[in-house]
Nanobody
């Protein structure tokens, strides 16, 4: 079955960096678009970045452009989110996502807290 396991979150000061990882299993990773979402307290879950299966298209939400980079390693079945110049408003639980047919799969999430 599909499994997504995020890691790499933590507490970081403003201006700091973190790299999130999402290890995928149970499907042919290279065939699917992969996405990172986040959900801050009291807010809806929002799409942060996505990476198509062929690497042709990468998108970022405006608030993270120039600071976050999504990448994938198909040999390791892993998608990454490099986050630089972190701001307090980046504080959220970050989730990895893959959609297959009519099903949305999510990991358990990893907490990112940006605070001094």
């Amino acid at each position: 079955q599909v499994q997504l396991v995020e890691s790499g979150g933590g507490l970081v000061q403003p201006g700091g960096s973190l790299r999130l990882s999402c290890a995928a299993s149970g499907f042919t990773f290279s065939n699917y678009h992969m996405r990172w979402y986040r959900q801050a307290p009291g807010k809806e879950r929002e799409l942060v970045a996505s990476f198509t299966s062929g690497g042709i298209s990468i998108m970022y939400v405006d608030s993270v452009k120039g600071r976050f980079t999504i990448s994938r390693d198909n040999a390791k079945n892993t998608v990454y989110l490099q986050m630089n110049s972190l701001k307090p408003e980046d504080t959220a639980i970050y989730y990895c996502n893959v959609d297959q047919r009519d099903t949305r799969y999510w990991g358990q999430g990893t907490q990112v807290t940006v605070s001094s």
